[in-house]
């Protein structure tokens, strides 16, 4: 059973924008550093962005750096990834995930709770 639950994705036009939320109903988000990542048919899940429990510092890997922005709600306990200017080759699966503690990284292997992922497709 996932415990954060994802939403937001859906079919986009290139250029185009999306928000996904990262919900955890069972815990509080502020106390985990939260990732997120994709996962295209065919390829290995790779890490997009993700945020810090502590200073709120963040990181985006190369391809999407300067169009999408992560970030915290806590009062929503709820996390966002702010998609810009979308290119057909961000379309994939988008997870995220939480580990507890403040170091945030984008490594799979790193996190212990995921969710359900949310279909992200650009395409016109």
């Known amino acids: 059973q996932s415990q954060l639950v994802e939403s937001g994705g859906g079919l986009v036009q290139p250029g185009g924008s999306l928000r996904l939320s990262c919900a955890a109903p069972?815990?509080?988000?502020?106390?985990?550093?939260i990732g997120w990542f994709r996962q295209a048919p065919g390829k290995e899940r790779e890490g997009v962005s993700c945020i810090s429990s502590s200073d709120g510092s963040t990181y985006y890997t190369d391809s999407v750096k300067g169009r999408f922005t992560i970030s915290r709600d806590s009062a929503k306990n709820t996390v966002y990834l702010q998609m810009n200017s979308l290119k057909p080759e961000d379309t994939a699966v988008y997870y995220c995930?939480?580990?507890?503690?403040?170091?945030?990284?984008?490594?799979?292997?790193?996190?212990?709770?995921w969710g359900q992922g949310t279909q992200v497709t650009v395409s016109s």
């Open positions: 995930a939480a580990r507890p503690g403040s170091i945030a990284t984008v490594r799979p292997r790193d996190y212990d709770y």
């Open positions: 069972g815990f509080t988000l502020g106390y985990y550093a």
